[in-house]
């Protein structure tokens, strides 16, 4: 949220869709961040109270006419007014360390040379989960690698040069980090991000680690996008 009529340094943008159990929860989060900053709310057609939240909290909703994240991202992009974005997906948690951290990113000239990302991880005590956070830590750190659910902090100028996000979807991260990877590299933020362990409850993770590594080949092949949306939500 602007909280003056300057122009802020740091915009931060959040694309939901039905996400009212988890908005409050990251709202608090971001909060703490002590400088103006912008917070750009992009929805996808909830049905729940996800708008009805944000419009407590002060917030303008931008109302998308896709239930598409990507086009979501890229939206929300497109109406930030700060020098630096942050993407972040509405079930993620912060702690407090995140503001010393990305104050002193966005202070550095050199900073605005990379992107930056997040350290996953989830908040349960599953062994599975441990095992899980430290192949994404090696992914994201030797392959370059990290997903839409570790952040994206970018300088908006770097952001524009890599082409920015693209309408689709999914695998809208993978796109656009493959592209930066083309221009720079990118960096660890070195603080933690907490995300929701919906997506992996009831479910095997190597299956699903096998299962996303299929979908993510065939979208480099070229299948239709729309068809492995289905598959990826099936």
Same mark, same amino acid.
């Given at each position: 949220?602007?909280?003056?009529?300057?122009?802020?340094?740091?915009s931060?943008?959040?694309?939901?869709?039905?996400?009212?159990?988890?908005?409050?929860?990251?709202?608090?989060?971001?909060?703490?961040?002590?400088?103006?900053?912008?917070?750009?709310?992009?929805?996808?057609g909830?049905?729940?109270?996800?708008?009805?939240?944000?419009?407590?909290?002060?917030?303008?909703?931008?109302?998308?006419?896709?239930?598409?994240?990507?086009?979501?991202?890229?939206?929300?992009?497109?109406?930030?007014? /700060? +020098?630096?974005? @942050?993407?972040? $997906?509405? =079930?993620?948690?912060?702690?407090? *360390?995140?503001?010393? !951290?990305?104050?002193?990113?966005?202070?550095?000239?050199?900073?605005?040379?990379?992107?930056?990302?997040?350290?996953?991880?989830i908040?349960?005590?599953?062994?599975?989960?441990?095992?899980?956070?430290?192949?994404?830590?090696?992914?994201?750190?030797?392959?370059?690698?990290?997903? /839409? +659910?570790?952040? @994206?902090?970018? $300088?908006? =100028?770097?952001?524009?040069?890599? *082409?920015?996000?693209? !309408?689709?979807?999914?695998?809208?991260?993978?796109d656009?980090?493959?592209?930066?990877?083309?221009?720079?590299?990118?960096?660890?933020?070195?603080?933690?991000?907490?995300?929701?362990?919906?997506?992996?409850?009831?479910?095997?993770?190597?299956?699903?680690?096998?299962?996303?590594?299929?979908?993510?080949?065939?979208?480099?092949?070229?299948?239709?996008?729309?068809?492995?949306?289905?598959?990826?939500?099936?």
């Open positions: 949220m602007a909280r003056s009529q300057k122009i802020p340094t740091l931060i943008v959040i694309p939901t869709l039905n996400e009212a159990l988890h908005l409050p929860l990251l709202l608090s989060d971001l909060n703490v961040w002590p400088n103006d900053f912008e917070l750009i709310i992009v929805d996808g909830s049905i729940d109270l996800t708008i009805s939240i944000a419009h407590i909290q002060g917030l303008d909703v931008i109302k998308s006419p896709k239930k598409n994240r990507g086009y979501q991202l890229k939206t929300g992009a497109s109406n930030a007014r /700060g +020098d630096w974005l @942050l993407f972040l $997906h509405a =079930d993620s948690r912060l702690r407090i *360390g995140w503001v010393r !951290s990305l104050s002193q990113i966005i202070q550095n000239k050199k900073s605005k040379n990379f992107a930056w990302f997040f350290d996953f991880k908040k349960k005590d599953n062994l599975e989960y441990r095992f899980l956070e430290i192949a994404v830590a090696l992914r994201s750190l030797f392959l370059q690698h990290p997903y /839409g +659910d570790q952040g @994206l902090l970018i $300088h908006k =100028d770097l952001y524009y040069k890599a *082409g920015g996000y693209s !309408s689709i979807k999914i695998m809208e991260d993978i656009l980090i493959t592209r930066i990877t083309k221009k720079t590299k990118l960096k660890r933020i070195r603080e933690s991000i907490y995300t929701d362990d919906r997506k992996w409850t009831n479910s095997n993770i190597i299956k699903r680690a096998i299962k996303n590594y299929k979908l993510r080949k065939k979208w480099r092949q070229g299948y239709d996008i729309d068809n492995l949306s289905k598959e990826y939500n099936s």
